[in-house]
């Protein structure tokens, strides 16, 4: 195939509630729609970022800038024979992952759409794995009181695991209520968002009495080194997300003992490929994955569950129902909960969801349509050309 069409747009969908981590609150999730178009057929994908450099150094500028003046024009005219060539003709291109993903995984939609099978079968998943069990992640909560009810509610909806977002001053004491309300069956683990600092080893020494599946990313978003060093200092399996972007980041992880588990965010890392080549050597080291979410709309949380069918994706995700963040998703019908705390994969052609038009019209607030004869603007009007 090559990409004819490439639409944008800038979605807008009010959260039911508030989310705080460590790094921020969101109340509204923003998000890069993109849809490839070629030979009458569509494909779909959504970016991750952010609109501040928070979680990571991307964001919707700079996802929007590497797509339209960096990615594209790589792409534009060239013969694409199979999903995997665009992480490759993208590979010279350093990092911007995010915009890289936002392609990428639009394209592989297109394929299986193009081929009439689901997208989960191109990937390699496995057949058996119908339904992914999912758990839910909860943000930093105003009191113990509101952690211990939203934790009630969850698992009175289902959800097989909590994850619980904690920081320095809110985390064991928190955890230790929890674990003591839910009693020992409910899976805990606890996301730190690089909130401390190997001078917490002894603070979070004293989670290791509550069976916390895992802490996650507790030190620097960047670090794989400390984190070796906090691992053998605690109980608690450490996993790693935000410092695993690519391959190369999980292999050197698992092989100094930084983590024994990776939560692999497809959109994080480039896209489905990249995501099945960590899945994979993380697979051969004997080192579970599990499918994080970024809040995505029910275009990337179809993309997650998709990749979740394959076989080393062995911990419940964060792919949570619509309802557990929107008010109303992108597509119709929206992802519910089923009974047994999971999500059901969908079996259409592609990702099997398509944006409802009218409620991509109410939340878009700028749509734009890219072809090979869109302007490529790298400075800014009235700054010198070699700056
Ligand atoms: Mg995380």
Known sequence: MKIE?????????????PFETSVGVSTVKQAWLLTVLADG????????????????????????????????????????????????????IRANFMAKATIEMAVWDWFARAQEV????LLGGDPAKTRIPVGVSIGIQPTTKDLLQAADQF??????????????????????????????????????NSAYRLEDIPNLQTLDDLDLMMLEQPLSHDDLIDHATLARAIKTPVCLDEAIRTPDD?????????????????????????????????????????????????????????????????????????DRYF??????????????????????????VTPQPKRLAQYSSFHQELTDQSPVILVPHGMPASF
């Open 155 to 192: 698992i009175r909806l289902g959800y097989r695991r909590l994850k619980v977002k904690i920081k320095p001053g809110l985390d064991v004491e928190r955890l230790t209520a929890l674990r003591q309300h839910v009693g020992p069956s409910v899976k805990i683990m606890a996301d730190a």
């Open 327 to 352: 008010l109303e998703d992108l597509v119709d019908p929206p992802f519910t909960l089923n009974a047994d705390g999971s999500l059901t994969v969908p079996d259409g052609p592609g990702i099997g």
């Open 250 to 322: 999980a292999r050197k992880a698992i092989d100094i003992g930084a983590c024994r588990i990776i939560n692999i965010k497809v959109g994080r890392v480039g896209g489905h490929t990249m995501a099945r080549v960590i899945h994979t050597m993380a697979e051969e080291r004997g080192v579970p994955v599990w499918c994080g979410g970024m809040q995505e709309t029910g275009i990337g949380r179809a993309h997650n569950l998709h990749m979740s069918t394959m076989t080393n994706f062995r911990l419940p995700g964060d792919t949570s129902a619509s």
């Open 118 to 121: 689901p997208l989960w079968k």
């Open 5 to 17: 069409r490439v639409h944008l747009d800038f979605v807008e969908l009010p959260l039911t509630d």
């Open 41 to 92: 057929v569509h494909g779909y994908a959504e970016s991750v970022a952010d609109p501040d450099p928070h979680w990571n150094e991307e964001t919707h500028a700079t996802v929007y800038f590497a797509l339209k003046n960096h990615l594209l024009p790589r792409l534009w005219g060239r013969e694409i024979e199979k999903p995997e060539d665009v992480a490759q003709v993208l590979g010279p």
